[in-house]
T-cell receptor, first 113, second 109 residues
Framework: EAQVTQNPRYLITVTGKKLTVTCSQN?????MSWYRQDPGLGLRQIYY???????DKGDVPEGYKVSRKEKRNFPLILESPSPNQTSLYFC????????????FGEGSWLTVV | SQQGEEDPQALSIQEGENATMNCSYK?????LQWYRQNSGRGLVHLIL?????REKHSGRLRVTLDTSKKSSSLLITASRAADTASYFC?????????FGKGTRLSVIA
């Protein structure tokens, strides 16, 4: 079954404590991306990756890091989380062939206190 | 670089009625896609319309695209309570998807 899996699904953490949200896809997609969703702001892209070892900033990259060492994985790293990073995070992946239909993970609820 | 803008932001209708949502965008596109999101869940792809298409159907969904006006509409016919969700349009140009802020649809039984 085609899947984008992200973990953890729910996390409460404290300011400054580094955390990583993992994302894995089993569709051999070249493109992967992270979004955050906040009330009234829709989905905003944090970082994206067009292929292994290729990453680019999205609209709201500040405070986040990513890596793409393998095609299937695209972890999101918060080196020093702050309360304004409390949000719902989505990982997504897509083939770069025609259509660009994106498959989403189920989301990770992150609360930084 | 948010591009798609849905209208209205919120829509409330009775079950059985049709629901129409609109999306406007700013730059040239390769295709436009509509997604659905149930509260707090991931987005699910509904339908894709290419820039050289004007209308597309999928079950109770009808999508139109007017590239001259840079706009698209999503029509859900004979709505059901289960259609209650947020709906997003997203466009692809030379880079992958850019999402709008969504229309929240409430279908009242």
């Amino acid at each position: 079954e085609a899947q984008v899996t992200q973990n953890p699904r729910y996390l409460i953490t404290v300011t400054g404590k580094k955390l990583t949200v993992t994302c894995s896809q089993n569709m051999n997609h070249e493109y992967m991306s992270w979004y955050r969703q906040d009330p009234g702001l829709g989905l905003r892209q944090i970082y994206y990756s067009m292929n292994v070892e290729v990453t680019d900033k999205g609209d709201v990259p500040e405070g986040y890091k990513v890596s793409r060492k393998e095609k299937r994985n695209f972890p999101l790293i918060l080196e020093s989380p702050s309360p304004n990073q409390t949000s719902l995070y989505f990982c997504a992946s897509s083939s770069l062939s025609s259509g660009n239909t994106i498959y989403f993970g189920e989301g990770s609820w992150l609360t930084v206190v | 670089s948010q591009q798609g803008e849905e209208d209205p932001q919120a829509l409330s209708i009775q079950e059985g009625e049709n629901a129409t949502m609109n999306c406007s965008y700013k730059t040239s596109i390769n295709n436009l896609q509509w997604y659905r999101q149930n509260s707090g869940r991931g987005l699910v792809h509904l339908i894709l319309i290419r820039s050289n298409e004007r209308e597309k159907h999928s079950g109770r969904l009808r999508v139109t695209l007017d590239t001259s006006k840079k706009s698209s509409s999503l029509l859900i016919t004979a709505s059901r309570a289960a259609d209650t969700a947020s709906y997003f349009c997203a466009t692809t140009g030379n880079t992958p998807l850019v999402f709008g802020k969504g229309t929240r649809l409430s279908v009242i039984a």
